[in-house]
């Protein structure tokens, strides 16, 4: 069987209180949280976001995500930064799986700590809220009995099928539907 895994591409950007990655490996729950413990944080919030049987009453088969990994870990960077400095984290750590990821699967991590509960919950929401909105990562929709469609990584509608030569002559072709940005 083919992996969709590319051959050693390192994936990561690490600073003090900063933790940012891309993998194609099954994501670790446990090693996400430990990267954000500190003495200093009297609270640590963890996300996992799993991939669900289910989307606007249609049967999910898998997602795929793809991602120019490039410019999505230094957009994951500098928005991990700007949740860090606005909600005085101790520490954030984001991870984001690419590649197919079944049913019952974590897609997307991310953990962090604060000195106190109310900043690390509003921190941890608004580090989910900005990689949607922002990070270039895009995601394949496969349902059962049905082709897949590619749209950009967020919630709420179905991606819009792009056909062969779409958009091309506005320069618009590519992956995700009737949103704006991430």
């Known amino acids: 069987m083919a992996s969709d895994k590319p051959e050693s591409e390192l994936m990561i950007r690490e600073e003090e209180g900063v933790h940012v990655e891309l993998t194609y490996d099954h994501l670790d729950v446990v090693a996400c949280m430990n990267r954000v413990k500190s003495p200093k944080a009297g609270a640590v919030v963890m996300f996992a976001g799993t991939t669900r049987d289910s989307f606007a009453d249609k049967p999910v088969k898998q997602l795929t995500y793809q991602s120019y990994a490039p410019l999505a870990l230094r957009?994951?960077?500098d928005l991990a930064r700007k949740v860090?400095?606005?909600?005085?984290?101790?520490?954030?750590?984001?991870?984001?799986?690419?590649?197919?990821?079944?049913?019952?699967e974590e897609s997307i991590l991310?953990?962090?700590?604060?000195?106190?509960?109310?900043a690390a919950w509003h921190g941890g929401e608004e580090a989910l809220e900005l990689c949607k909105e922002r990070a270039e990562i895009w995601k394949l929709e496969e349902f059962e009995g049905?082709?897949?469609?590619?749209?950009?990584?967020?919630?709420?509608?179905?991606?819009?099928?792009?056909?062969?030569?779409?958009?091309?002559?506005?320069?618009?072709?590519?992956?995700?539907?009737?949103?704006g940005g991430r």
């Not at 005085?88 to 019952?104: D, E, F, Q």
């Not at 991310?110 to 109310?118: D, G």
């Not at 967020?154 to 792009?162: A, S, Y």
Request: charged share 20%.
């Open 75 to 77: 957009t994951l960077q």
């Open 84 to 104: 860090r400095a606005t909600h005085a984290l101790t520490a954030i750590s984001i991870t984001h799986r690419l590649g197919t990821v079944p049913i019952g």
């Open 110 to 118: 991310i953990a962090v700590s604060a000195p106190h509960r109310q």
């Open 146 to 179: 049905e082709e897949g469609v590619w749209r950009a990584n967020r919630d709420g509608q179905v991606g819009t099928k792009v056909q062969e030569g779409e958009g091309r002559s506005t320069g618009t072709a590519g992956a995700g539907g009737s949103e």
